[in-house]
C-alpha cells in the first residue's frame, strides 16, 4: 500500500465534552494517515474513543481541534450542508444497529439512499436488487427487517452503505451482535467488497481476530493512538 496516494490525513485531533464545570478530553492530538485501498482497524477499551473518531471523520461530528483531510479537503472545516453532501457521496456506513427501516422490504432499505438523493425508483430498485445479490440475499429481497436474522440484517445494512458506490467505508462494530459464525461470514464479506470494490475501510472493532486480517491498526488508549502490527495483536 506504500505506493497508493493518500487518502484521509488527521492532524492534530482533538475532542473535549463539557460534564458540568469541568472538561472532559477524550482525545488529544491524534494524527494519523490512511492510504487508498487500506483496511485499517481501529480498537481500544470501551469508551476510549473509537466511535466518536469515527464519527469525526465521516463529518456526522466535529472536533474541538485539529484537521481531517480527505482527498485534501478539509473536511472539518465544511459547513453543514456541504458537509452531509460530501457525506453522501464518498462515504458509506455501517454501524453494530442496522438501523433498516421495518416498514419497507430488504431490497427498498438497499434503495432508499438512491431514493432520497431522488433516483427514479424503478432504476432504484434494479440498482438495490443487484446489491442484494451482492451479499447473497436476493431470495430475501421482500421479507421485512423484522423477517430477517441479525446477520442478514448486516448484510442489508452493508449493500444500503454501499450502494451509492462511496470511496470510503466507515463501520462501527459492525459484527458487535452476532454470533461467532455469523460475524466471520460477515467481516469475510465486508472483506471480499473492500477488495473487489477498491474501497478504503475504517473498521471499529473490539474482535482482535479480525483486526489482526486488516492491513493496519491504530489502537486507542487514554487519549492517545498508537499504530501496532495487527500480528501483534494478543487474541
Known amino acids: 500500500m506504500e505506493d497508493q496516494p493518500e487518502i484521509l490525513r488527521v492532524d492534530g485531533l482533538k475532542k473535549v465534552y463539557k460534564s458540568g464545570q469541568t472538561d472532559l478530553v477524550l482525545f488529544e492530538n491524534l494524527s494519523f494517515q490512511v492510504r487508498k485501498g487500506e483496511i485499517l482497524a481501529i480498537v481500544g477499551e470501551s469508551g476510549a474513543g473509537k466511535s466518536s473518531l469515527l464519527h469525526i471523520l465521516g463529518t456526522l461530528d466535529r472536533a474541538s481541534e485539529g484537521d481531517v483531510y480527505c482527498a485534501q479537503i478539509p473536511v472539518a472545516k465544511l459547513n453543514d450542508d456541504a458537509a452531509a453532501d460530501f457525506r453522501n457521496r464518498e462515504i458509506g456506513f455501517v454501524w453494530q444497529f442496522h ?62 452503505a454501499l450502494i451509492t458506490e462511496p470511496k470510503i467505508l466507515m463501520a462501527d462494530e459492525p459484527t458487535g451482535d452476532l454470533d461467532g459464525k455469523t460475524a466471520e461470514l460477515v467481516f469475510g464479506m465486508i472483506q471480499r467488497l473492500h477488495r473487489d470494490y477498491q474501497l478504503t475501510s475504517l473498521i471499529v472493532t473490539h474482535n482482535l481476530e479480525f483486526a489482526r486480517r486488516c492491513d493496519r491498526v491504530l489502537k486507542m488508549h487514554q487519549g492517545m493512538v498508537e499504530e501496532v502490527p495487527p500480528q501483534a495483536l494478543k487474541i
Do not use: C, D, I
Request: overall charge positive; cysteine-free.
Open 99 to 160: 438501523y433498516l427501516l421495518p416498514e419497507f422490504t430488504a431490497q427498498e432499505n438497499v434503495a432508499m439512499p438512491l431514493l432520497m438523493r431522488g433516483t427514479a425508483y424503478r432504476q432504484a430498485m434494479e440498482k438495490a436488487a443487484g446489491w442484494m445479490r451482492e451479499v447473497g440475499l436476493e431470495s430475501r429481497s421482500h421479507h421485512r427487517a423484522g423477517e430477517l436474522s441479525g446477520g442478514e440484517q448486516q448484510r442489508v445494512a452493508l449493500a444500503r
